[in-house]
């Protein structure tokens, strides 16, 4: 009961701000339309596509019996490596869908799908290269660089995170392809995207109404006072905490220096809170646990790797 009526309360907060900084909320929104129709879609739907599309086609059973060896240092079988490079190519939550779509179709335990979450959910190389690399940094050399270091670092985290686990099921020999599977993966990828999409969308109008109240200006103020950042990073630090892409966009402007460097690589290995509700969304029933350690190591990785990394970028 207790726990309901904090609940209640919070929407009841929530409202009220909306209807306070009603303006601000709705430029929120716009602001996450825009991302959404401007990158995220764009880079991500035709991934989803080829995600459903290529487990339709049998391709994580064939798959799977190529890269066995490679995906047994990490506790998983060989099917899992299909998730592995969705989630390296095409960005958050694609990893997290295609584990789960994995699952669904019982070529990996609901154990190994958990296992995945910590280390196969990542952010894609197109955004880190052109918001990232080019939008911030001017060079899509430096975007090249922080995709290397969070690719290290995921794969890093999956080391770490290998653990006992379940026994692997024994990859299916790849059936043939039932008729309209082009269509079906379309189709799930739309409900996918929409998903995707809604959360970007709640997140940013969340930043702005935050950002309105003050509540924000004090907060990366005191961020900025306690850590010697400059104040746009300590706000782009603090709104990547909440949202991946209004972070990364909030570094535009400031010096590229190692610190806005790692910070960078600090929020792309986090992926924000959005991130989490979106996986938690594409992967309903997997648990988040490992996902959760997994955001956490590889954020301390990445930015680790990124700041020793930069002198050779940014020079």
Known sequence: MPRTLCRAALCAAALAALLIWSPQAAEG???GLAACGEAIIPSLFPFFVLSSALSELGAPQRLGRALAPLMRVFGVSGCAATALCMGLL?????????????????LISRDEAGRLLGFCNNSGPAFLVGAAGVGVF???KAGMALYACHALAALCAGLLLRGGGGPSLPAPPAAEPAPGAF??????SV???????GFVVIFSALCGVLDASGLFVRLYGALAARC???LGAARALLTGFFELGGGISALRGCSPTRASFAIAALMTGWGGVSVHMQTAAAAAGLGLKRHLAGRVISAALSA????????????
């Open 90 to 106: 095409g960005g958050y939550p694609l990893g997290a869908a295609s584990a789960a779509d994995l699952a669904g179709r019982g």
């Open 304 to 315: 680790l790797f990124a700041y020793f990394a930069s002198p050779l970028v940014l020079a």
């Open 183 to 188: 269509a079906r993966a379309v189709t799930a």
């Open 138 to 140: 001017g060079s899509a």
């Open 191 to 197: 409900g996918n995207m929409l998903k995707v999409c």
């Open 228 to 230: 010697g950042l400059e």
């Open 29 to 31: 929104v716009r602001a």
